[in-house]
């Protein structure tokens, strides 16, 4: 280049991209069907008349194939992913897919598998479950697995539902014990999977050291009418819940039982099992943890792991192992029943396992050291520019706050709109709901140093710009094709269909 600068290419034409239907134009064509050859049959004989459109397929787009590629390609260069770089989701763990479990998902033998086939002919994939159950089982540290449950808040309600029937064959119907334990900064979906399970709701505060009051989980606990604690560990503040066993003794010794949220397992991945700690469930999340998409709806996966004494009420049918082969056991007078059909998001099982087995325990340990690293590099280098509510070091995520903008005006919303323009996706906001101006960030450990330190560096930049500049922040972002959206608005009158601009006039 001579050591000439480097010049941008002109954006594409194509800044504001129409929908499909108004890049519709009437006679294009994307498709060829081949001559008949074989005898031409009336379509009434196939379709009846009242089943059949009759208005010439009236509004479908009209399209030639380049159309139709480039408007999904353009599309999808819109879109940031984890492919394109960190997302620190504090909470979530969005780490990057390996191409390897991909590639193992998609063999023919398991990707065209039907679900109705006969144990004796998917032998193979009944091996693939029941050792990633085997799997799962040494990582917790809890003997009874169940892959059935379809995403994390699945997983945990499905919990709550073996608690609630431990207790009925325990104590006998009618026991009295209906109340499930919360902490103050649990997720959310913990107090609903409880309701929804048929449990009353108490809250358990937060110290102000970030940690599970022990005091008044004592008071709680003396009532007589608890049955069980839902606890996440680490925290949604990052920490690590260091009175744990002393948490499961006041627990056990209440009569209750204690269920972990595993949405932080990153964390913990072969230096704790969750069962040493005196905890009787878990739910896993396939779809983080283990590597697996994340995102666009699904679909997630979140297995189900307890106790020999809470094993009889897992989910039917379970997968057992029967000399060299594997069958389906629907003989559990106990269990809950089924909560999902079939046997779970197999595809997600089997990326699962691929990851387990090509990482092992070495190299699931060091996963974890890595991503509990980068989450205290990044505590460590921001703490000069935002306000960190909490003095211990963080396990895999870091919660901040907005105090120190706030001064000048700027929020946490604004921080993070600010953070697009410097090409990253911002991490979780609001959330703990018991820290205000929360912003909750895990590098996980998909990210090098080198991107961390252009995360670093983005951050502080924002914080000079919110003390020197600060309507420069309030206004973020300014590089994307649409600016600052109203989102009270948008939550609140969504537009969720396209009319043409004729019909939604007169609407």
């Known amino acids: 280049m001579n050591g000439s600068k480097i010049t941008k290419a002109t954006p594409h034409v194509t800044q504001n991209e129409d929908l499909i239907f108004e890049r519709s134009r009437r006679g294009r064509i994307g498709y060829r069907l081949p001559a008949l050859d074989v005898e031409l049959t009336p379509i009434d004989e196939i379709v009846p008349a009242e089943l059949r459109r009759d208005d010439d397929l009236e509004g479908v787009p009209e399209l030639s194939e380049v159309d139709v590629v480039r408007h999904f390609t353009r599309l999808s260069t819109w879109n940031y992913a984890v492919d394109h770089g960190m997302y620190p989701l504090g909470s979530c763990t969005m780490k990057y897919n390996s191409r390897l479990n991909e590639r193992v998902a998609r063999l023919a033998g398991f990707a065209n598998l039907h679900p109705l086939a006969p144990a004796e002919d998917a032998q193979g994939a009944l091996q693939v479950l029941y050792e990633l159950q085997q799997h799962l089982a040494e990582i917790t ?84 009418d608890v049955a069980g604690l839902m606890l996440t560990n680490p925290n949604t503040l990052g920490l690590f819940e260091r009175n744990i066993r002393e948490i499961c003794r006041i627990v056990h ?195 090098g140093r080198e991107e961390l330190d252009q995360f670093i560096a983005a951050m502080r930049a924002i914080a000079r710009e919110a003390e020197e500049e600060p309507e420069t922040v309030r206004s973020a972002p300014h590089t994307t094709r649409i600016g600052r959206l109203d989102e009270a608005a948008a939550a609140r009158r969504p537009v969720l269909r396209w009319r043409p601009a004729a019909k939604a006039e007169s609407a």
């Open 141 to 224: 540290g809890l003997p009874g697995v169940s892959l059935q449950p379809a995403a994390g808040a699945h997983g945990e309600m499905t919990g709550v539902m073996l608690i609630r029937a431990y207790l009925d064959a325990r104590d006998g119907k009618g026991h009295g014990r209906d109340v499930m334990l919360v902490p103050d900064s649990a997720h959310g979906t913990n107090p609903a999977s409880a309701n929804l399970s048929g449990f009353r709701v108490k809250t358990v505060r937060t110290t102000p050291e970030g940690l599970t009051d022990l005091d008044q989980l004592r008071e709680l606990c003396a009532t007589g």
């Open 253 to 447: 010794e209440a009569g209750g039982l204690v269920y972990m949220d595993g949405a932080n397992m990153n964390a913990l991945v072969g230096w704790v099992r969750p069962g040493e700690m005196g905890v009787d469930v878990i739910h896993l999340n396939l779809h983080k943890t283990f590597s697996t998409p994340h995102g666009g709806g699904g679909p997630g996966s979140g297995p189900c792991c307890c106790t020999a004494e809470l094993e009889p009420f897992l989910p039917v049918p379970r997968i057992v192992r029967e000399g060299d082969g594997f069958r389906l056991d629907y003989d559990r007078p106990h269990s809950i029943g089924r909560v999902r059909a079939f046997y779970g998001n197999f595809g997600m099982a089997v990326r699962a396992l691929a990851y387990i087995l090509a990482h092992g325990p070495d190299g699931m340990r060091e996963a974890t050291e890595t991503a509990v690293l980068n989450a205290r590099y990044v505590a460590q280098a921001l703490t000069s520019d935002y306000e960190k509510p909490y003095q211990a070091p963080p396990m895999h995520e870091v919660v901040f706050t907005d105090k120190r903008q706030a001064r000048k005006g700027v929020h946490t919303l604004d921080i993070a709109k600010r953070l697009i323009d410097y090409g990253f996706h911002p991490p979780t906001i609001y959330f703990p709901l018991i820290v205000q101006g929360a912003m909750l960030i895990e590098p996980t450990e998909s990210v």
